[in-house]
């Protein structure tokens, strides 16, 4: 009697297949709560901070110029949730946001909680330098 014996090859191989992707830890496990019942985000280093205001479309007010937002704008909210920006019509929030290089249409907009805007964070036209200029330093005391 033949039997076909690659099917049983086969069949062991995905048996071991699967009992080695059982082992492996889940990567997409979702982040520790904070204290604040939200789970911690991380800002990209290029995010700024900013207030935003939807007017329609995709007409916005950033920081009080006007703005249009990139086709694939994406909103985050406070629970780190896609929002749809229509829905937003009409209100003015605190935000981090990052714009497209090439063409400075805004592409990413997270709202942030009273939490996360305590926390310094830089805005446009702020300097940020991790020098002093010898003008900026106090001036020494005369010995006497």
Not at 57 to 63: D, P, V
Not at 104 to 124: G, N, S
Request: aromatic share 6%.
């Amino acid at each position: 009697m033949n039997t076909m014996t690659r099917c049983r090859h086969f069949t062991a191989a995905i048996a071991a297949l699967g009992l080695l992707l059982a082992a492996l830890p889940a990567s997409g496990q979702q982040q520790p709560l904070a204290t604040t019942g939200a789970a911690a985000r991380n800002f990209p280093a290029n995010a700024l901070r900013g207030s935003v205001t939807f007017v329609s479309g995709n007409k916005l007010l950033l920081n009080g110029n006007a703005v249009r937002s990139a086709p694939g704008l994406r909103v985050f909210d406070a629970r780190n949730r896609l929002v749809m920006p229509g829905t937003l019509r009409g209100n003015t929030y605190t935000v981090h946001y990052v714009m497209e290089a090439s063409t400075q249409m805004l592409h990413t907009v997270w709202l942030i909680t009273e939490t996360e805007a305590a926390k310094p964070r830089a805005a446009p036209g702020m300097v940020v330098r991790n020098f002093k200029f010898e003008s900026e330093l106090p001036e020494p005391r005369q010995q006497r």
